[in-house]
């Protein structure tokens, strides 16, 4: 069984900055991508950026590329994400996962976090 944990939402003001954490456990990891997505209230869950265990390629949606960093942690098993200059339009619920392939339809992702909220204030 997969768990992912998600931690470091909250309120921010347009202009600032917001780590989230992403920690994963119950079995190894290695092969995994691991994935952040975003729901905002009367959308659909969209791809955010991803990235592998491995260290290979990163993946951006082009709404966040240049504001938004993701990384990971091998050795806390931990997968960060980075985000600055935070726009009103970043408010969502924010969402990990991981799968073994890289897709950008979340619905074909294997495993989920419970997500963290984002806000932004303008």
């Known amino acids: 069984q997969v768990q992912l944990l998600e931690s470091g939402g909250g309120l921010v003001q347009a202009g600032g900055s917001l780590r989230l954490s992403c920690a994963a456990s119950?079995?190894?990891?290695?092969?995994?991508?691991m994935g952040w997505f975003r729901q905002a209230p009367g959308k659909e869950r969209e791809f955010v950026a991803a990235?592998?265990?491995?260290?290979?390629?990163?993946d951006y949606a082009d709404s966040v590329k240049g504001r938004f960093t993701i990384s990971r942690d091998n050795a806390k098993n931990t997968v960060y994400l980075q985000m600055n200059s935070l726009k009103a339009e970043d408010t969502a619920v924010y969402y990990c996962?991981?799968?073994?392939?890289?897709?950008?339809?979340?619905?074909?992702?294997?495993?989920w976090g419970q997500g963290t909220q984002v806000t932004v204030s303008s």
């Open positions: 996962a991981a799968d073994r392939n890289l897709y950008t339809r979340a619905t074909l992702w294997s495993y």
């Open positions: 990235i592998r265990w491995s260290g290979g390629p990163i």
């Open positions: 119950g079995r190894t990891f290695s092969t995994y991508i």
